[in-house]
């Protein structure tokens, strides 16, 4: 009886897990990284590094909320901070920090909180900005956000940047990320904040160059209440338990 009761135990941690995939489809090397809002670690690293075309699958808890983002040219030697990758970089270096290591903008971000409610909410997010294309499949049907084009070479001048060694831009700043380096977020119709704090008074239009993000990218979240847009957030029923897979360079 106990065996039998040890195996209905492991089948239903085995049922309790979710399955993800993250793929360098990049003809590039580049670091991706995850973290952790609620819901428990994932079984895999909060950072590692993925060379080009080639893939990771590991599981998160059924219940997870967490990101996915991924960090260019880095250089991990002597350096454990946020500076250690040109865009995308944490506090932990390669490992990102579990409690602190969100990542630094500008960076594509796939967002998820699965099994909210019975319904899986997912994102490719670009109100930190841009470093890299994104999409987000699935194996059950459900819809597919995405950003797959290139935002650096034609980013707005003032949201340009950074910029390799080359001294090409391999990041788009968002407006907010910009209002954030000059302090100015405490009433920023930019970042949704003080007076601008609601979806009435922070609608699209006041967001600068919301429109270069949006028609790039119409699948993706472009700014803090982009929801209106209705191909900004993304659901799936959480009893389908998709999986899903991150794909960089898509």
């Keep these: 009886m106990k065996t039998f009761a040890l195996v209905l135990a492991l089948a239903a941690a085995a049922a309790a897990q979710r399955t993800m995939t993250v793929t360098n489809a990049c003809p ?42 991924g960090r260019r040219d880095c250089n991990f030697s002597g350096n454990s901070g946020p500076t250690s990758c040109i865009d995308g970089g944490c506090n932990g270096g390669l490992l990102c920090d579990p409690t602190t290591g969100t990542g630094v ?64 831009p391999v990041g788009c700043k968002s407006a907010c990320t910009v209002d954030a380096l000059n302090g100015n977020t405490a009433n920023s119709p930019n970042c ?40 900004a957030l993304w659901t799936c029923g959480a009893s389908a338990n998709a999986h899903f897979t991150i794909t960089f360079c898509p």
């Excluded at 967001?207 to 191909?231: H, I, R």
């Design 28 to 69: 590039f090397t580049m670091w991706p990284a995850l973290f952790t809002s609620a819901g428990g670690r994932p079984s895999q690293a909060t950072g590692w590094q993925a060379n080009e075309f080639t893939s990771v699958t590991f599981t998160v808890p059924s219940q997870w909320n967490g990101r996915i983002w």
């Design 105 to 168: 903008p500008p960076a594509t971000v796939a967002e998820f909180n699965l099994n909210a409610g019975g319904t899986d909410f997912y994102d490719v997010s670009l109100v930190d900005g841009y470093n890299l294309p994104m999409r987000i499949d699935n194996n059950v049907g459900c819809g597919v956000p995405s950003c797959p084009v290139d935002l650096g070479p034609n980013c707005p001048a003032a949201l340009k940047g950074p910029f390799d060694s080359t001294g090409f």
């Design 192 to 231: 949704c904040t003080g007076s601008h704090n609601t979806a009435a008074t922070c609608p699209p239009s006041g967001v600068t160059d919301y429109s270069y993000f949006k028609s790039n990218c119409p699948n993706s979240y472009a700014y803090a209440f982009d929801e209106s847009s209705g191909t």
